[in-house]
């Protein structure tokens, strides 16, 4: 700190100047694609709505080593691409020659949250132009800048390498899971999911079922948000007064969410082990089976599952998949004996693997936190006066 210390003496004594993005920075809007025409993976990034890539194009209209910020969907999020990538039309860029590319995007994090609070709340959350123009930033000289940026990277690189730790680990389970439970599939017959059992779905309940104590409930979004590949105990309750209109999972049966807000998000199951009945969201389908639970529920996680799978999800508003495809999907079958082998495996590795990462995750927040803490420490100037 005493290096940038020593340059602020230096270059701006007196303070340095500040202004409006828009009168600092060019803002740039991207320009539309048509989702259908993207590849899922492959080629050049498109940023449309959210940090993570809406396809992949043939071509590029923006340069790599640039800040943008999306302003429909995830509005506000700040996003940095050091690759050439596709801006499109709910995505802005911003640029400026008196501004050192990651100094900007620093620069934008920090002012992250003004900008969430000015998003319009509606169907499709959005960003004005306008909110991200009147941004007032310092313009620090170069040298400043440039020793700025040395330090927050050097930040973000610690926190980007326990990232890439924690994605190691999950990709060593998933090779794992995967490879066990397909081992022996050229031995053992794939059956689509509507041979091995039935379908049901749940009805639907509102915040206004809800209740401290009373009738156990699954919520779709308890699913890809709290629940893992089992579950004993509810994340909630309803009323006694909803009983009549609700339906039941039964102990044993999977509870599979059928709609969310990405692909990821569909067909993520959790079997349901407690010792009684459990109501289940309308957003959810039931799957009764005489098989293992725990080993259908560890089929629903793997790499076959999830490419079967996007073959009938369906996207729009909604992102979701029916029960008549769902029942296409096909899985192994192996003996009950080979899937409680294998469900036990797999259960003890996951035990093992949750207590190896379990660290990362709150090592990875606090060094969020002390990047944060010094970027709002570093890019606060004295403003010179006129």
């Known amino acids: 700190m005493s290096r940038i210390d020593e340059l602020i003496e230096r270059y701006c004594p007196d303070g340095v100047e500040y202004g409006e993005l828009g009168e600092v920075c060019t803002l740039a809007r991207g320009v539309r694609v048509v989702r259908k025409n993207l590849a899922k993976d492959g080629g050049i990034p498109v940023f449309q709505n959210a940090l993570k890539p809406l396809g992949y194009h043939s071509e590029s209209n923006r340069r790599a080593d640039m800040s943008f910020v999306i302003c429909a969907g995830a509005a506000g999020q700040i996003g940095y691409s050091n690759t050439a990538f596709w801006a499109a039309d709910d995505c802005y860029t911003v640029e400026s020659a008196i501004f050192n590319d990651r100094f900007l995007y620093h620069l934008l994090l920090q002012n992250q949250p003004k900008l969430i609070v000015q998003v319009r709340k509606a169907s499709i959350p959005r960003l004005s132009r306008t909110a991200i123009e009147r941004l007032r930033v310092p313009v620090p000289p170069m040298p400043v800048q440039e020793e700025i940026v040395r330090v927050l990277d050097s930040f973000a690189e610690l926190e980007a390498e326990l990232e890439a730790e924690l994605e190691a680990r999950k990709a060593q389970y998933a090779f794992y899971r995967d490879k ?5 599939a050229r031995n053992t017959k794939l059956k689509p999911l509507g041979e091995i059992g039935s379908f049901s779905r749940g009805r639907r ?28 105990k509810p994340m909630t309750h309803l009323s006694e ?7 039941f999972a039964n102990p044993g049966d999977l509870v599979i969410a059928c709609t969310g807000e990405t692909a990821e998000d569909i067909a993520k199951a959790t079997a349901w082990m407690g010792d009684s009945k459990i109501a289940v969201h309308d957003d959810c389908q039931i799957f009764s089976h005489n098989e293992n639970s725990l080993y259908i529920a560890y089929c629903f996680q793997t790499k076959d599952f999830a490419k079967q799978k ?9 992102t979701r998949i029916a029960e008549s495809s769902l029942a296409k999907i096909k899985i192994p079958i192996p003996s009950q004996e080979n899937q409680t082998r294998i469900a036990r495996m797999l259960n003890e590795f996951e035990n093992l693997h949750s207590d190896v990462v379990s660290g990362l995750p709150a090592e990875i927040e606090a060094r969020r936190k002390q990047y944060a803490y010094y970027r709002d420490k570093l890019l606060t100037f004295k403003e010179k006066v006129s």
Do not use: M
């Open 241 to 247: 007064s909803s009983r009549d209109r609700l339906r």
């Open 180 to 184: 066990l439970i397909f081992h022996d």
């Open 310 to 318: 996007l073959r009938y999800i369906s996207e729009g508003k909604v």
């Open 205 to 232: 309940f509102t915040k206004n079922d809800y209740a401290p104590t009373g009738i156990p409930a699954i919520h779709y979004a308890d699913i890809y948000t709290s629940l893992g590949t089992c579950t004993y």
